[in-house]
């Protein structure tokens, strides 16, 4: 699990520590073998086997794995269709710009060391990282009992969260979502829906739901494509695409003619022909509801805080980072503090002995060895050891006037440093503005646009958008079989055509209604015993002419001694003026009438409403 202040596990904390410190790979220096850097954290580090450390860095270095890459890498690092990378002996790697960030004031005690696998070098136990990692890359990983997944963000948001929260430590977990919106995954494509958004940041698990971007165009002879140029986080392009594929060969998915990867160096294109009779919302529908083409990406923000696993909402997660900033600051402090102090007291003795230069060399040249040279300095001028040391170490060019004025101007800038150390250690206010303006800084230099989108207007799935409004016809014989047939299947005929047949039947059966309807229209059903039931066009089932359809008792749940007794085709259930200026009739065999308004159906039930209430040795007869 990655350790909450620096978002990251073990593993990438000794490769980045190790390029660093131990390499000295920072951005502006050449690059080196991926091996080199492997054996070094492999010996020094983490004793573990070397793929583990190599696949750790190339992911580090993928631009459509992470967020803000910490590695530089130069070679074949794999690619989205899931290939593999160079072997590690081909490939160099050095750290990116923004690592630098990641690793700056590690020198100057901000933070714990502890002893490597082997007590022969320490190692620090978190990087003092200006970038709130967690967020920005999220993480995933599986440990002893309890799995993490957390999703990347956007750098400028995430820090404009973290100032908001300085300003405002009370500051609800509600009003940061004014400025982290969600996630922002490094390929891009749509998040569909806010809710799972919002209850990911709110309580740190939730779903997010995923898509491609795509656009609709047309080719050169006018049929029209999909064209993928965004696909979702952590999907495997050549899988999907293979996926998509095998569908169409299996005749699960109509409507696709042709698809084709032009993906290039200039960016993700894959092209979907549809056949010319296609409707491309409803192929799309039917592609992202069956193929990767739409995922989800299960949050669930668990990480180590004080050394313990917890799940923690968005508010947590900047804090931890916040405080750690702080601790960071306060221990640099001390840091610059004691090394401006140990100078300033070195540059107040040179200071003596220049203005007192004749003594000073008298007193050495009587000395027999520089030891006793000290001592003899020590107590003329109550100097300390270390100021006595730094006197005779002195050059002669430091007696020249220019060296006088440098050792004054040095003295009274470190007067002035110490001075603001010590405001800065005394005030928590000053501690914090010094947090928010590093944090501003870093947005400053590596903060960059969203690359998800988030649209808010997502419903559930809406069936229809998978069926063209086309028209049908519906067939319900004498026993209660019924069928849908598109009405293209019913042609004209010339002179002499001798009809075509509409539907078979069984035997002593006929086809007793035929209604014309379109896919989106709703079927209402009558049954003898009074209630009413709803199926849309487009839920009954598909026949050919030739076909006798189903038994309607399989299609709607209906009880067994019950029977069909009428039909209704209604346009829309969903226009308030049509559902209550229309009406429904129903009488029965004993001569008991009754209207309704079509409002009283319009909100379809799985198990039927009752309609008329049927006395004992009565029932509906039509309606």
Known sequence: LPDVRDGLKPVHRRILYDMSAELNLYSDKPTRKSARIVGDVLGKFHPHGDISVYEAMVRMAQDWSMRYPLVDGQGNFGSMDGDSPAAMRYTEARM?????????DIDKDTIDWTLNFDDTIPEPTVLPTKIPLLLVNGASGIAVGMATNMAPHNLGEVIDACCAFVDNPEIACEELLKYVKGPDFPTGGIIYGYEGVREALLTGRGRVVM????EIEHTASGRECIVITEIPYMVNKAEMIKKIADLIN????EGISYINDESDRNGMRIIVILKHDAVASVVLNTLYKNTPLQTSFAV???????????????????????????????RRTRFDLAKAEKRLHIVLGLLIAQDNIDEIIHIIRAAKNPDLAKQAMMERFSLSDAQASAIIEMRLRALTGLEHDKLVAERNELEAQIAYFNDVLGSRELQMKIVKDELLEVKAKYGDERRSEIVYASEEFNPEDFYADDEMVITISHLGYIKRTPLAEYRT?????????????RDEDFIEHIYMATM??????????????????????????SSKGRAIQNVIQIEP??????????????DAEYVNNNYIIMCTKDGTIKKT?????????????????IREGDQLIEA
């Not at 668990?302 to 405080?323: C, K, S, T, W, Y």
Request: glycine content about 6%.
């Open 96 to 104: 990116q710009k923004i690592t630098d960030e990641v690793m700056a």
């Open 211 to 214: 898509r491609a971007r795509t």
């Open 250 to 253: 299996e005749k699960k998915i």
């Open 300 to 330: 669930n923000n668990i990480a180590l805080v004080n050394g313990r696993p917890m799940m923690l909402n968005l508010l947590d997660l900047v804090q931890h980072f916040v405080e750690h900033r702080h601790d960071v600051i306060v």
């Open 493 to 505: 005929q010339n002179r002499g055509g001798v009809g075509a047949k509409g539907s078979a039947t």
């Open 520 to 545: 989106h229209n709703t079927m209402l059903f009558f049954t003898e015993k009074g209630r009413c039931y709803w199926l849309k066009v487009y839920e009954i089932p598909e026949g050919t002419r």
């Open 561 to 574: 001694d019950d029977k069909v007794r009428a039909y209704i085709n209604v346009k829309r259930l969903d």
């Open 597 to 613: 308004k079509l409002e009283a159906y319009s909100r379809p039930r799985q198990n039927g409403v009752n309609a008329i209430v």
